[in-house]
T-cell receptor, first 114, second 115 residues
Framework: EPEVTQTPSHQVTQMGQEVILRCVPISNHLYFYWYRQILGQKVEFLVSFYNNEISEKSEIFDDQFSVERPDGSNFTLKIRSTKLEDSAMYFC????????????FGQGTRLTVV | QQQVKQSPQSLIVQKGGISIINCAYENTAFDYFPWYQQFPGKGPALLIAIRPDVSEKKEGRFTISFNKSAKQFSLHIMDSQPGDSATYFCAASEDSGGSNYKLTFGKGTLLTVNP
């Protein structure tokens, strides 16, 4: 069964450092998302991406965040200067088309900012 | 208006019992209501979903009941099993002109099924 894969599974970084979280969505999917889940809290939408541009972003997704699909298969989330409050699980998700709204989630990257 | 409110926060059920989790929403533009199951250390996985044109959907032991006028929907797990122990999230999304289907999640319910 096809799946969304994310790397790394766990990343520890110092405050102020840049991190890049990587995702490989399911190959025939066209819509890509990043969500985050702070420990013990709900899953929150960060950004959606379609046709090589951001479709929508939440208020969490400020200038420190950026997304890119550099090579047609990877989908990355960059945090330019990490803060302690960026510590969370980050989930990548994808779905195929507007008519098929099931979003498939990756297993997540646990980001710890120290 | 974008919130989805979920209750209870945690639920303990005996094996064989019925687990019921409830969600309520405000945004009448929501048109897709999935339930996700999440095991520790894993990403959310779609369990079952419903659209507002039906009032109930059943898949195996899992049933969604949907009340459009009350803006509420619930998940029923029949014959609950210890393997069902997980966190369950309700969610909702709306058609944003075909460019994305972002999900708005509830806060989650930690279900424990005792053997």
């Amino acid at each position: 069964e096809p799946e969304v894969t994310q790397t790394p599974s766990h990343q520890v970084t110092q405050m102020g450092q840049e991190v890049i979280l990587r995702c490989v969505p399911i190959s025939n999917h066209l819509y890509f998302y990043w969500y985050r889940q702070i420990l013990g809290q709900k899953v929150e939408f960060l950004v959606s991406f379609y046709n090589n541009e951001i479709s929508e972003k939440s208020e969490i997704f400020d200038d420190q965040f950026s997304v890119e699909r550099p090579d047609g298969s990877n989908f990355t989330l960059k945090i330019r200067s990490t803060k302690l409050e960026d510590s969370a699980m980050y989930f990548c998700a994808s779905n195929r088309s507007p008519m098929n709204t099931e979003a498939f989630f990756g297993q997540g990257t646990r980001l710890t900012v120290v | 208006q974008q919130q989805v409110k979920q209750s209870p926060q945690s639920l303990i059920v005996q094996k064989g019992g019925i687990s019921i989790i409830n969600c309520a929403y405000e945004n009448t533009a929501f048109d897709y209501f999935p339930w996700y199951q999440q095991f520790p250390g894993k990403g959310p996985a779609l369990l079952i979903a419903i659209r507002p044109d039906v009032s109930e959907k059943k898949e195996g032991r899992f049933t969604i009941s949907f009340n459009k006028s009350a803006k509420q929907f619930s998940l029923h797990i029949m014959d609950s099993q210890p393997g069902d122990s997980a966190t369950y999230f309700c969610a909702a999304s709306e058609d944003s002109g075909g460019s994305n289907y972002k999900l708005t999640f509830g806060k989650g319910t930690l279900l424990t099924v005792n053997p």
